[in-house]
């Protein structure tokens, strides 16, 4: 690793560290220890020769979405102060319409004048609601991770299968299993989107949990994965694909009580000389489709 990636990636932690400080009423010394050992075990996974590890103890010391989602709690608890106070105004108003003598003006005016500062507080919470939206969004496009899953993205996928292909002749073998969930959108239609997302969490946990460390996972889109296995022959590979088919389906999610039962369909294939991304990619998902119309969970696998 460079000197320079070293600094920027110190200063990173430092500019954090400092912000989240800043931003609490209170910090004990517990709160630093726990985010001094979060960083320590983050930049003892980073490789000198792997930017993807570096970028990922990056993304771990950032707590940008953390910070927007503290920025809209704090703007709700605003917001729904201002609407308290218009409340009891409301109320108020309420109030005097009990009295024998109404001055029907002045109670006009003050109507209005609710209705007013409730239209408001009302385009108020929409503009900012607008913001925090943008916000995410230009997180989620800079970030190398997934914000669900928290593995790597399409977006580092991308710069890693440019590495792989400008370096062309490797010294070892390079294999990609595009791995997608079987009927996802009935899934999706029977339990509902948050079932789905904590699906696609689940199975990003037992991708982490049973692939070696020097492999890389990515949530390609939606419910696609690719994996590359770095350093492993064919019947390897063969042996870590089923063995992922294996435990998606051997292990059941548990869903408001109800049990969803998940399958997986792989395609493989392996890193030629001349590639590139699109034709590493595109041949694994040729093979996953074949996968798919040969009945789903099971794998097939194109070499050439």
Do not use: W
């Amino acid at each position: 690793m460079q000197k320079e990636e070293l600094k920027s990636l110190a200063r990173e932690m430092y500019e954090n560290l400092i912000l989240t400080i800043d931003e609490q009423d209170e910090v004990s010394i517990e709160q630093l220890i726990h985010y001094l050992s979060d960083a320590s075990e983050a930049m003892s996974n980073i490789k000198d020769d792997d930017i993807t590890t570096l970028e990922y103890a990056k993304s771990t010391f950032n707590n940008a979405y953390k910070d927007i989602a503290t920025q809209g709690l704090l703007n709700y608890k605003k917001t729904n102060g201002n609407f308290l106070e218009i409340s009891n105004t409301h109320n108020q108003v309420l109030n005097d319409c009990s009295k024998d003598q109404i001055d029907l003006p002045d109670m006009k005016n003050k109507f209005k004048t609710i209705q007013e500062h409730m239209v408001e507080e009302v385009e108020k919470a929409n503009r900012i609601i607008t913001d925090l939206s943008s916000q995410v969004k230009h997180l989620e496009q800079k970030t190398n991770i997934d914000s669900l899953t928290k593995i790597f993205n399409r977006r580092a996928l991308n710069s890693y299968l440019q590495k792989i292909c400008q370096e062309a002749n490797t010294a070892y073998n390079i294999h990609m299993l595009m791995l997608d969930l079987d009927d996802f959108k009935l899934i999706n239609d029977t339990y509902g989107h948050v079932a789905g997302d904590k699906i696609l969490i689940f199975i990003s946990n037992i991708l982490k949990q049973t692939l070696r460390e020097g492999d890389k996972i990515f949530r390609y889109g939606g419910e696609e994965f690719i994996v590359i296995l770095n350093r492993t022959d064919n019947i390897f590979c063969s042996k870590i694909a089923n063995r992922i088919l294996e435990l998606i389906r051997a292990n059941n999610l548990i869903y408001k009580g109800e049990t969803i039962h998940v399958t997986s369909s792989i395609g493989s294939t392996i890193f030629k000389d001349g590639d590139t991304p699109d034709s590493f990619i595109a041949r694994a998902d040729e093979a996953l489709y074949v996968a798919k119309k040969n009945g789903k969970n099971q794998m097939f696998t194109i070499m050439e």
